[in-house]
């Protein structure tokens, strides 16, 4: 097999042997039967590997696509779920419990950050720093310190955190390090080379692409050592250590929340990705030929790409991902024509959600962070007249046009 992704990506399936469809097959059943008791017997204690039992715990549609997502990813196994955030919470309450402690960005995802206010709550403590300056990220480790946990580009900043740094760190302290690469996606980063031991992927947004199919992936890249994991239950602690990990959030994080990835969802993401690259490829160049285009207009304050020079992560940007993929925001100089300008724009669809197929808008202050409150958004560096751009695969000259008229 060729190594060019997009090669890998038409093929990766296999298709359907028993038939000879392109495509994986869809297994909508929810009961898998075994000819003897033995053998479901085996599943139950794990003897009886790659053996289905309950849909809640995955099918034969979704192993497929975890095993995409594992090749994709460069890791040793992955788990799909119904959401990105389904992924994340069974991971934070399947390897935290109260007293632990973890470090993050203080400027990840807002759905995230609410969540993380849920695990204070439950008795998790938190510190939120800035993930681009790895002495900061150091100077929160306590000795209670569990995990480290930054998105590949935050949402909607794009700021970029010091992956390279933050990977070095935990493997200097034994942390598990968790990296967000929704944005990115291994198209343009494999977390993996900064030492992450668990990735995320929120399947829905550039992997899936098309904006049908909810979804989301924890990926163990296989550079943790699970054996000195303190929060491992004694269930687990049998066999190989690799497997240590994946195997108890896929009991408690997946059997028993029930944070389930559907066969038909499975399979819309699995056609999705097939074309994440072209995507992704053309969504990029947009991206840049925009903010290159909005950040010469009169009317705008501040553009936020990381492949423009004037980023603060420019040089990261191109260094680990060669491309700034789709998500950028602006600032209007007078915020006070905000719903104005946004109301004139055409062909940018107004509404929430990321990466698809067409360019979507969305104010950032008063909708996906208006609960966080003013004085949390300015400590995130969220101004109050910020937009957030997900850019889809209309023409550039297009979106440039458009955007002319609208801020005419």
Same mark, same amino acid.
């Given at each position: 097999?060729?190594?060019?992704?997009?090669?890998?990506?038409?093929?990766?399936?296999?298709?359907?042997?028993?038939?000879?469809?392109?495509?994986?097959?869809?297994?909508?059943?929810?009961?898998?039967?075994?000819?003897?008791?033995?053998?479901?017997?085996?599943?139950?204690?794990?003897?009886?590997?790659?053996?289905?039992?309950?849909?809640?715990?995955?099918?034969?549609?979704?192993?497929?696509?975890?095993?995409?997502?594992?090749?994709?990813?460069?890791?040793?196994?992955?788990?799909?779920?119904?959401?990105?955030?389904?992924?994340?919470?069974?991971?934070?309450?399947?390897?935290?419990?109260?007293?632990?402690?973890?470090?993050?960005?203080?400027?990840?995802?807002?759905?995230?950050?609410?969540?993380?206010?849920?695990?204070?709550?439950l008795g998790v403590a938190v510190s939120r720093v800035d993930a681009g300056d790895v002495a900061a990220v150091r100077a929160a480790v306590r000795p209670q310190t569990r995990m480290v946990f930054v998105e590949t580009m935050a949402n909607?900043?794009?700021?970029?955190?010091?992956?390279?740094?933050?990977?070095?760190?935990?493997?200097?302290?034994?942390?598990?390090?968790?990296?967000?690469?929704?944005?990115?996606?291994?198209?343009?980063?494999?977390?993996?080379?900064?030492?992450?031991?668990?990735?995320?992927?929120?399947?829905?947004?550039?992997?899936?692409?098309?904006?049908?199919?909810?979804?989301?992936?924890?990926?163990?890249?296989?550079?943790?050592?699970?054996?000195?994991?303190?929060?491992?239950?004694?269930?687990?602690?049998?066999?190989?250590?690799?497997?240590?990990?994946?195997?108890?959030?896929?009991?408690?994080?997946?059997?028993?929340?029930?944070?389930?990835?559907?066969?038909?969802?499975?399979?819309?993401?699995?056609?999705?990705?097939?074309?994440?690259?072209?995507?992704?490829?053309?969504?990029?160049? =947009?991206? +840049? %030929?925009?903010? *290159?285009? @909005?950040?010469?207009?009169? #009317?705008?304050?501040?553009?936020?790409?990381?492949?423009? $020079?004037?980023?603060?992560?420019?040089?990261?940007?191109?260094?680990?991902?060669?491309?700034?993929?789709?998500?950028?925001?602006?600032?209007?100089?007078?915020?006070?024509?905000?719903?104005?300008?946004?109301?004139?724009?055409?062909?940018?669809?107004?509404? =929430?959600? +990321? %990466?698809?197929? *067409?360019? @979507?808008?969305?104010?950032? #202050?008063?909708?996906?962070?208006?609960?966080?409150?003013? $004085?949390?958004?300015?400590?995130?560096?969220?101004?109050?007249?910020?937009?957030?751009?997900?850019?889809?695969?209309?023409?550039?000259?297009?979106?440039?046009?458009?955007?002319?008229?609208?801020?005419?």
């Amino acid at each position: 097999m060729s190594d060019a992704l997009s090669t890998r990506l038409v093929h990766a399936t296999g298709g359907d042997a028993q038939f000879g469809g392109v495509h994986a097959t869809i297994h909508p059943s929810v009961q898998y039967a075994h000819e003897r008791v033995e053998d479901l017997i085996g599943v139950f204690q794990g003897t009886n590997k790659g053996a289905f039992n309950y849909a809640r715990q995955g099918t034969p549609t979704t192993a497929v696509l975890e095993r995409v997502v594992t090749e994709l990813e460069g890791g040793v196994g992955s788990i799909s779920f119904a959401t990105g955030m389904a992924a994340l919470s069974a991971l934070f309450l399947t390897l935290l419990k109260a007293g632990d402690h973890l470090v993050t960005s203080s400027r990840v995802f807002g759905n995230t950050n609410s969540f993380f206010q849920t695990l204070e709550d439950l008795g998790v403590a938190v510190s939120r720093v800035d993930a681009g300056d790895v002495a900061a990220v150091r100077a929160a480790v306590r000795p209670q310190t569990r995990m480290v946990f930054v998105e590949t580009m935050a949402n909607p900043s794009t700021r970029i955190p010091d992956l390279e740094g933050i990977g070095a760190l935990c493997r200097e302290l034994g942390l598990l390090y968790v990296v967000d690469n929704t944005v990115t996606s291994p198209a343009l980063c494999q977390p993996k080379r900064f030492g992450a031991g668990l990735v995320m992927n929120s399947l829905t947004k550039t992997i899936a692409g098309h904006g049908e199919a909810l979804g989301g992936a924890i990926t163990d890249t296989g550079c943790f050592d699970w054996a000195g994991y303190p929060n491992i239950f004694a269930a687990y602690r049998k066999g190989d250590a690799k497997g240590w990990g994946l195997q108890q959030i896929r009991k408690k994080g997946l059997r028993d929340m029930g944070g389930t990835l559907s066969s038909e969802a499975a399979h819309r993401i699995l056609v999705g990705m097939e074309t994440l690259e072209l995507r992704l490829t053309r969504s990029s160049d =947009t991206a +840049l %030929a925009l903010a *290159r285009h @909005l950040a010469a207009h009169p #009317a705008i304050a501040a553009v936020h790409y990381p492949m423009l $020079e004037s980023h603060p992560e420019h040089q990261r940007a191109r260094d680990w991902f060669g491309s700034g993929s789709w998500m950028m925001a602006f600032e209007l100089r007078d915020a006070a024509k905000l719903h104005e300008v946004i109301n004139r724009l055409r062909l940018p669809l107004k509404a =929430t959600g +990321l %990466a698809d197929t *067409r360019t @979507l808008i969305i104010p950032v #202050a008063p909708t996906i962070f208006w609960e966080m409150g003013a $004085e949390a958004r300015a400590a995130m560096g969220i101004a109050e007249g910020l937009v957030r751009l997900s850019v889809g695969l209309e023409a550039a000259e297009d979106l440039m046009a458009d955007f002319d008229q609208a801020l005419a």
